[in-house]
């Protein structure tokens, strides 16, 4: 049979949903808007995120970086023994669903990061609709339909419905991005399987940021305006959030931070589910006796503003959990080796920063163990703000994700969906799935396992 998102027709397919996407930009924004409560110019520059993405993807597809063909010749003298001749290649793993997020509601939706890098790969997708905006889920999935093949993409909704489909033993790989509970369990769920598949999650972090005593001594208020802008970012509803800060005993950063978020304003965050996990998270942490709070920050209904919470070395890995929402740990130490000795206890953590001076015989060391425990290690900057490249790693150690070999954002995400495959003395091998450089059109053999989901199975499409 033909795969209908084999070659450069998997290119163009992704164009064209790019820019069917831009160009109903007017109409879904606003809606994003009324179910999200984010603001309209966050949506435009999200969804613009997600088409670019879209294209990139495209654009590795074109320029052949995704094959990864490697290709041995026979040796008959090779010095393990005579060599066949090896083609390795990778193939698409099969139908991938995709448990849509709730805080970017274009960039890892129903056309986010996850469908864009297993449409890439040639794998059929199936995706279960994020709850917090059912509207707009069903008009882009709407959209993407009338541009793809029929079968190579469904939309479900219901949490049973997603369970189902986890189980349906057609669905070859998953990809999450949500709570740590949410998420485990659907990751034990696919381990449960008959087959296991492989579950892609990204389940949550508190990505804390680290600062010499150098650095604040020379430009301490930038580091915690820095530090408040990027907590607070989003109301602090982005994965990414800096919810720890560490900083040196006795410089006042207390009172300072305190004045800096007296002028961050509050806000809705995105809906009911997400503000009361926000409010219980938050009292948990202020309830501990080694938790002190600094600014309490509103937190009725959905509404909250920002909070911060001081501790000490001492308790701050016995509350080291993620609050989804503006709430941050501060954190006094008093040697750098304090630093290292916290670093070296981190569990896994999407990243880690670090604020330092040039040349400090700290730094090095604290990079080094942070690289450890964090998918992506910063200097002097800030996490919130992840950048679809091909150099991104957007993952990290359990429990920040359950594989932390792989990112779900950047070119490399495609990778989580394509299967090597070895073919041993099969002239021209790598033409069973390419694209052939004369026709630019490539096939796939009947029995190769790439199969679509049907319409009439049980993970049906769905109308929009």
């Known amino acids: 049979m033909t795969n209908p998102l084999d070659g450069t027709d998997r290119a163009r397919l992704l164009h064209a949903v790019a820019d069917t996407l831009d160009a109903a930009a007017d109409e879904l ?34 320029a052949g970086r995704v094959d990864d063909v490697r290709e041995d010749p026979a040796d008959p003298g090779w010095p393990t023994g005579p060599r066949p001749s090896l083609t390795r290649i990778r193939v698409p793993i099969g139908p991938v669903l995709i448990f849509a997020a709730s805080n970017f509601p274009f960039a890892f939706s129903v056309a986010g990061t996850d469908t864009a890098a297993a449409l890439a790969a040639g794998c059929p997708v199936v995706v279960k609709a994020h709850p917090g905006h059912p509207k707009l889920s069903r008009r882009v999935a709407a959209l993407v339909s009338d541009v793809l093949p029929a079968g190579a993409f469904t939309l479900i909704e219901g949490e049973q419905a997603g369970r189902d489909a986890l189980l349906d033993p057609r669905i070859r790989a998953a990809a999450f991005t949500g709570s740590l509970a949410g998420g485990r369990a659907l990751f034990d769920l696919a381990a449960s399987r008959p087959e296991p598949i492989p579950f892609y999650g990204e389940l949550g972090s508190v990505n804390p940021a680290f600062v010499t005593r150098a650095a604040m001594e020379s430009r301490g208020d930038e580091i915690l305006r820095g530090f408040a802008g990027s907590y607070t970012l989003g109301l602090g509803q982005f994965c990414t959030k800096p919810g720890v800060l560490l900083v040196p005993a006795g410089l006042r950063a207390e009172q300072a931070l305190t004045g800096i978020l007296a002028d961050v304003p509050g806000g809705m965050l995105l809906n009911e589910r997400i503000a009361g996990g926000h409010r219980d998270a938050r009292a948990e942490l202020a309830a501990h006796p080694g938790v002190r709070v600094a600014v309490a920050g509103q937190a009725d209904g959905t509404s909250a503003a920002p909070a911060l919470l001081v501790t000490d070395t001492g308790t701050i890995l016995d509350v080291l959990h993620e609050a989804f929402g503006p709430t941050a740990i501060l954190v006094e ?49 800030w996490p919130t703000g992840v950048s679809v490249s091909p150099a991104m790693h957007h993952g990290g150690p359990y429990p920040a994700t359950t594989a932390p070999l792989h990112t779900s954002v950047g070119t490399a995400a495609i990778d989580r969906f394509l299967r090597p495959v070895t073919f041993q003395n099969v002239p021209d091998a790598a033409r069973l799935f390419r694209v052939s450089p004369d026709s630019r059109v490539s096939r796939v053999s009947p029995d190769s396992g790439v199969s679509r989901v049907s319409p009439d199975s049980r993970v049906s499409r769905e109308t929009a």
């Open 29 to 62: 924004v606003p809606l994003a808007a009324e179910e999200t409560h984010l603001p309209i110019p966050r949506l435009t520059g999200e969804l613009a995120r997600t088409t670019f993405q879209l294209r990139l993807y495209a654009d590795e597809i074109t």
């Open 333 to 381: 130490y008093t040697s750098p080796e304090e630093l290292l000795t916290l670093a070296a206890r981190l569990p896994g953590q999407l990243t880690a920063t670090v604020h330092a001076e040039p040349d400090e015989p700290i730094t090095g060391p604290l990079l080094r163990e942070l690289a450890g425990h964090a998918g992506r290690v910063i200097l002097n900057g």
